[in-house]
């Protein structure tokens, strides 16, 4: 798609992958929706960016009923919207055991039923030719110890994404996925940095993202995962599991060191990443 002067609405705007995205977006001539939950904080990222007078923001959470109205509300009042970004999520690094039901909830809600719901509305308000762009995980491919639900609710997304792609062929409408590595946002908490450190997991600063959603957007590629070696490990994750299993194996210390953290390890938390050379045994 042709990005100067298309209309895009961007969700999770005012986080730390949205805020780059949108900063390159309004650098290349995009007109902006910003939507996300505080108005203060959309306030001050229209302030950082090219021509605020082009761009728009919409207070809104879409985990409720009414939220996603205002967004659909909003939506069919616009002459024309070209884009959807679903940008927004959440995770908690913690035991499936030590999360409440509304964690839960909340999880599937922002990750995974959201962004669909979005994308339905957007079948009647997006113009056509139009793009809708959901953001994903490498964890939507790769199942990993204290990030079950996440896991399911990015798996998911990539799945709908695919299927709605090929549901809408000939339509005018794509639907794409990127799938980033773990990025240098407060989506990480303290003890998740200090492990990804750790594992010596590799760690892509907001911008590396967005330069991706730009160039997708641009090329409409179906689907994208950042990094190498996390590319390759989605795809043999597909084919040979017990490979990636035996990987994950090697960082259970150190992963039940940071999913118990009042309890010391027995042993020295290992520090071999995804990233190394995979062990056959
Ligand atoms: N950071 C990583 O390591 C990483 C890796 C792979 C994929 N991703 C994905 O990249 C995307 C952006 O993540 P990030 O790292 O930029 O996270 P972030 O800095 O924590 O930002 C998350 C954004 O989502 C919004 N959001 C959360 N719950 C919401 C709700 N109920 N309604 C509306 N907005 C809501 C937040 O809005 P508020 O300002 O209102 O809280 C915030 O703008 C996510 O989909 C994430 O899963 C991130």
Redesign the pocket.
């Known amino acids: 798609m042709e990005i100067k002067q298309s209309k895009i609405m961007l969700?999770?705007?005012?986080?730390?992958?949205?805020?780059s995205i949108a900063q390159q977006l309004a650098n290349e001539g995009a007109q902006l929706i910003l939507?996300?939950?505080?108005q203060a904080?959309l306030r001050s990222l229209l302030a950082t960016l090219a021509n605020p007078e082009q761009h728009q923001i919409v207070v809104?959470?879409?985990?409720?009923v009414q939220?996603l109205r205002q967004i659909n509300h909003f939506a069919m009042q616009s002459p024309r919207i070209n884009a959807l970004i679903?940008?927004?999520?959440?995770?908690q690094f913690k035991l499936l055991s030590q999360k409440t039901d509304a964690e839960l909830e909340?999880e599937i809600?922002?990750?995974l039923l959201?962004p669909i719901q979005l994308c339905q509305s957007a079948l009647s308000w997006l113009t056509q030719p139009g793009v809708m762009l959901n953001?994903?995980?490498?964890?939507g491919s790769i199942g990993y110890p204290g990030y079950s639900v996440?896991c399911a609710a990015?798996a998911g997304l990539h799945r709908f994404s695919e299927a709605l792609d090929r549901e809408l062929e000939g339509s005018g409408l794509r639907v794409l996925y990127l799938?980033?590595?773990?990025?240098?946002?407060?989506?990480?908490n303290a003890a998740v940095k200090q492990m990804n450190q750790q594992l010596g997991n590799k760690?892509d600063t907001?911008d590396v993202?967005a330069n991706h959603v730009v160039a997708m957007l641009k090329q409409e590629t179906s689907a994208k995962w950042i990094g190498w070696p996390e590319k390759l490990f989605a795809r043999i994750n597909q084919i040979l599991p017990s490979v990636v299993a035996s990987a994950i194996h090697k960082q259970q210390a150190t992963l039940q060191h940071f999913l118990h953290p009042s309890v010391k390890p027995s042993v020295q938390p290992s520090v071999q990443p995804l990233s190394q050379p995979i062990d056959h045994k």
């Open positions: 969700t999770g705007a005012t986080g730390g992958i949205g805020h939507v996300g939950r505080s904080k809104a959470d879409i985990t409720t939220g679903n940008n927004a999520g959440c995770n909340q809600q922002v990750n959201a953001i994903g995980s490498t964890f996440y990015k799938a980033p590595r773990a990025t240098d946002t407060e989506l990480n760690i907001p993202v």
